[in-house]
């Protein structure tokens, strides 16, 4: 597709959402045609004349339309071109009859006059001192917001992120840009350190500038975030900063003590250091812990004999470590339940919530993601939520309704995959909940932790009162997936299924472009044939990393071309109707959250994607597409709280710094179906005597303790 340049008049604004600055308009061209042109860019205004830069599509709906890369405003030509632009809606509280007098009062002076001398407006006949400040300020924003767009894009910016930058400082963008570029890294979302460290170079800001060495500091310590810890050594701090930044590491101590004066980071006891809220997060968390532990506890009456009951009218018959379990539910006010695949987790939660139903207890359903949510309400006949819903999530803070001050109604809270939550939505979950309420956490804590800081489930573990199952029940004892995981969990190897009728099966590749093959052709036809399964709904490849020939990228690359290929020509990374997608950051607004699924169904004229995530359609503007990933492929990390019909997982030497043991036992945990690990044998003995188990460093623990024993 050729880029084209076009000139034309507007004749209309059919869509637009300032806050992203993406919009539709119709431009009447030379010839009196008209044409759609999509994208984002500055508001323009009805009979305003543009320049247009883009490339023709097709969109599968709306049809021809035009892709704008730049939309640029053109000076009108005479007065009856300044009529018609000032009295087209672009200046608030001026319409055609005043927009007529503005230009008699000012001739060919107008444009300067507003440019250079707004307030001069009130000069105008019917043109009061309120409407020529609210004009002159529309005026402005619109000619500033066109100006630093393209100054913006110019320094390398996409379109959409240098709308968030102007967005977030208005009238001030190319000041803040030119002379404080290090605090675009600190308050706008999706610029990170390195871009705006780019932005200082150009802007001639010299390599030791304090500025530069405090966001230094603060990106060493985000990258320690990323891996999951919630505090980190000074000194590693001080030495990775150094090494970003390429200076004397002696200049980070001091930089370190200007982060911690304004409030960024915390310094903590032992020389650690932590971003503000993660220190704040995880202190809230054991402080409220310890209130809900020590308060005094209402017991069921006759709890044995309770439970005798549900038992009898539910059918169902506990052992004796699940009836412990539920016994204990009625007796603590915070309980974590945890164990592997196929020890009566689900049991013991349909068995705790008829209890305390039966006692007249509301009992509130939840878990991290969709998924999670979807799966907890099957399997207990009852309605279920993620937590963000739970929470009632703010769209314009990004935080949560409920809280200390509008408590969650309910008597108990059950959560199920305990280990994906991280310490700032265990702060949040923690704070809403009523003080006379119990608390159940249910999740593997042999699983990988939480995608975001910390390590909740685990840190809790034998702090508060803990049931940990262990028993393989029969109904479970018969999956080899089941067994599998057990015995990956102990360090032992798995052993493939003999019969195809089996459930987990081992294919041996030593080479990273057999194993994409075989990979390849078991979604696309030896799995379909074999259990009846769709590739690109039932079937989901996990590896244990984003490079290489079998990591994600690739795979994602290989898959797509086998179940969805697109025509030549057409960009790779531009998301097409039948791509599996997932979702990389919580969207507040759309109520999707980071991990999601969904496929594809097409695209609208606004240039909007429609995309299937469980159960509903959501629709993400053109810009929001960079929050969506190719999915036929996803790192285990992106998998936790999911299950999937069938999981194919690559394992290879070439993965070697990934290799452990959870995270395996991971990877096979997520399959119900059937698990095919196609890999080399000498890679899964690595993952197997490998037992770091995703170390954290949290300061969890300590603080438990501490709040526990100030509180007894």
């Avoid at 101590?253 to 932590?274: D, H, K, M």
């Avoid at 532990?293 to 006759?302: E, F, I």
């Avoid at 259990?531 to 996990?542: C, S």
């Avoid at 997932?582 to 496929?599: A, C, F, I, K, S």
Wanted: charged residues 25%; neutral net charge; hydrophobic residues 45%.
């Amino acid at each position: 597709m050729s880029q084209i340049t076009l000139h034309g008049v507007v004749r209309g604004v059919t869509f637009e959402r300032d806050e992203t600055g993406f919009r539709v308009v119709r431009i009447e061209v030379e010839g009196g045609a008209v044409e759609l042109v999509v994208g984002v860019m500055p508001r323009v205004a009805r009979g305003g004349e543009v320049r247009v830069v883009g490339r023709r599509v097709v969109d599968a709906r709306y049809g021809p339309q035009i892709a704008a890369e730049s939309v640029t405003s053109v000076e009108p030509q005479g007065r009856e071109g300044l009529e018609k632009l000032l009295g087209s809606g672009l200046m608030k509280g001026i319409g055609p009859r005043l927009a007529a007098r503005v230009v008699e009062h000012f001739g060919d002076e107008t444009m300067r006059v507003l440019d250079q001398d707004p307030s001069r407006l009130v000069e105008v006949r019917g043109v009061s001192a309120r409407v020529a400040e609210v004009a002159a300020a529309a005026w402005g924003e619109t000619r500033a917001s066109a100006a630093h767009l393209a100054h913006l894009m110019g320094l390398g910016l996409p379109r959409w992120l240098a709308f968030r930058v102007i967005k977030r400082f208005g009238a001030a963008t190319l000041q803040v840009v030119e002379r404080e570029p290090y605090r675009l890294a600190h308050e706008v979302p999706g610029i990170g350190f390195l871009t705006a460290d780019r932005l200082a170079r150009r802007a001639g800001i010299p390599p030791t500038a304090e500025p530069r060495l405090d966001a230094g500091v603060v990106h060493a310590l985000g990258e320690a975030t990323e891996r999951g810890h919630t505090v980190i050594d000074r000194a590693t701090v001080e030495a990775r900063a150094a090494e970003v930044l390429e200076v004397d590491p002696s200049l980070l101590r001091a930089a370190v003590g200007r982060c911690v004066a304004r409030g960024w980071i915390v310094e903590l006891e032992g020389g650690a250091v932590s971003p503000r809220a993660l220190a704040d997060a995880e202190s809230r968390v054991a402080v409220r812990i310890a209130a809900l532990l020590s308060a005094t506890t209402t017991q069921l009456t006759r709890a044995e004999e309770a439970l005798a009951l549900v038992e009898q009218r539910t059918g169902l018959s506990l052992a004796p470590e699940q009836r412990a379990a539920v016994v204990a539910a009625t007796r603590e006010r915070v309980l974590v339940v945890t164990g592997g695949p196929g020890v009566g987790k689900t049991t013991i939660v349909r068995t705790i919530v008829a209890l305390f139903e039966a006692a007249r207890l509301s009992v509130r359903l939840a878990a991290p993601t969709g998924r999670a949510a979807k799966r907890l309400s099957e399997a207990t006949s009852r309605p279920a939520q993620t937590l963000h819903r739970l929470l009632e999530v703010d769209p314009k803070s990004g935080g949560f309704l409920r809280g200390p001050g509008a408590p969650l109604a309910g008597d108990v809270f059950i959560v199920d995959e305990a280990s994906m939550i991280d310490a700032q939505l265990a702060a949040s979950l923690l704070e809403a909940i009523p003080d006379g309420s119990r608390l159940v956490l249910v999740g593997d804590v042999d699983q990988l932790p939480s995608v975001g800081p910390g390590a909740v489930l685990r840190d809790l573990l034998d702090r508060a009162p803990t049931a940990r199952l262990s028993t393989i029940f029969r109904q479970a004892a018969g999956s080899q997936i089941v067994e599998s995981a057990h015995l990956i969990r102990e360090g032992r190897r798995p052993v493939s299924s003999r019969d195809a009728r089996g459930d987990f099966f081992i294919v041996e590749r030593d080479d990273a472009e057999a194993a994409q093959r075989t990979i390849v052709h078991l979604v696309t036809s030896r799995l379909p044939a074999a259990f009846g399964l769709d590739p690109v709904r039932d079937i989901q490849v996990l590896a244990p990393m984003k490079k290489g020939e079998c990591g994600t990228v690739a795979l994602n690359a290989a898959l797509r071309r086998a179940l969805n290929p697109q025509p030549e020509g057409a960009d790779p990374d531009e998301r097409a109707p039948g791509d599996k997608v997932m979702q990389l950051r919580n969207d507040y607004d759309l109520e999707v959250y980071n991990g999601d699924l969904g496929v594809v169904v097409g695209r609208d004229a606004d240039g909007a994607l429609t995309v299937r995530v469980d159960d509903r359609l959501v629709t993400f503007a053109r810009e929001a597409e960079a929050s969506l990933a190719l999915a036929y492929a996803v790192s285990i990390h992106k998998s936790q709280g999911s299950e999937y019909p069938a999981v194919v997982i690559p394992w290879l030497r070439s993965h070697w710094v990934m290799l452990s043991r959870n995270l395996l036992y991971t990877a096979v945990t997520r399959g119900k179906r059937v698990v095919v690990v196609v890999g080399d044998p000498v890679a899964i003995d690595v993952a197997l005597s490998e037992i770091r188990a995703e170390e954290r460093h949290t300061r969890l623990p300590a603080l438990l303790d501490a709040a526990l024993r100030t509180s007894r």
